[in-house]
């Protein structure tokens, strides 16, 4: 008797497309090799190498600290202007960075893409952990700062490592939407960098938010980057805005912008190869 073999039918994906976590974490190896390509090649051929990621933060703050500190006198709290600029700064070149290689992740990687199959989101995720490594060596230097300056972290310093992770997760939510759409718009690079430049003077990384009229402090509050920027100064120099129930509502809009940004970005995967 003959038997008849099972009949498998394949259909394109219809409706939300689940993200696959599982797949990611299949694919790990791949991405350690992401990012440690990039972190190998930006550095390769520079006289200085690594030693930028110190110097460029560095040059930033002296320049903040005569034009916004000595000039506009722009008050720091009490606290030494140069250490209150950099701790907010740390961060935000965090954010700025990882939101940049994030959203041209896609077009700079379609050599790659274009030739084998692996999660497309994998290369965003490799942009943002490549701007984490260079985030831990400048965070040396602030905790020389802080030597220098003689001011030592509290107990809040536990908190750190949530507002490091508020800043990544509002920059890969970010880095998914620009990298989805950088896509089908290549005008989206240009708009980037107007973007972060923007947010930068929206975000209390040169001024404290105490200097804000009241009336629109709380708006600012909601901008998830000024809460890691004010977080980093109440954990590790005692000054700054303490968690309260904006920081909640702040989280909240990151999570969401986190998650609408996964499911856009594999609604895209699919026709990524065919559009660039």
Not at 58 to 64: D, G, V, Y
Not at 76 to 104: C, E, H, M, R
């Amino acid at each position: 008797m003959k038997h008849e073999q099972p009949l498998t039918i394949i259909e394109a994906d219809q409706g939300w497309l689940p993200l696959n976590i599982d797949e990611i974490w299949a694919y790990r190896d791949l991405l350690y090799l992401l990012v440690w390509r990039d972190i190998r090649s930006r550095y390769r051929q520079m006289a200085l190498g690594p030693l930028w990621i110190v110097l460029q933060p560095l040059m930033t703050i002296a320049i903040f600290s005569i034009v916004f500190g000595g000039f506009a006198k722009i008050p720091s709290n009490g606290i030494p202007y140069p250490i209150f600029a950099y701790a907010a700064l740390l961060p935000w070149q965090l954010f700025a960075t990882a939101t940049v290689k994030a959203s041209d992740s896609l077009v700079s990687n379609v050599h790659l893409i274009s030739k084998v199959y692996f999660p497309r989101i994998i290369v965003p995720i490799a942009a943002v952990l490549v701007s984490l490594a260079d985030f831990a060596a400048s965070f040396g230097v602030l905790l020389l700062m802080m030597l220098f300056y003689r001011i030592y972290p509290t107990l809040a310093v536990i908190t750190l490592p949530l507002y490091i992770l508020l800043a990544v997760g509002t920059a890969w939510g970010v880095g998914l939407w620009l990298a989805s759409l950088s896509v089908k718009f290549r005008d989206v690079a240009i708009a980037v960098t107007y973007l972060v430049q923007i947010w930068f003077y929206a975000t209390a990384v040169i001024y404290p938010t105490s200097i804000v009229p009241e009336k629109w402090r709380n708006l600012f509050l909601l901008n998830p980057m000024t809460q890691v920027a004010e977080g980093f100064r109440w954990a590790l120099l005692g000054n700054g805005q303490p968690p309260n129930i904006i920081s909640l509502i702040a989280v909240s809009l990151v999570i969401i912008l986190l998650i609408s940004g996964a499911f856009y970005f594999r609604q895209t995967e699919g026709s990524i190869v065919d559009e660039i």
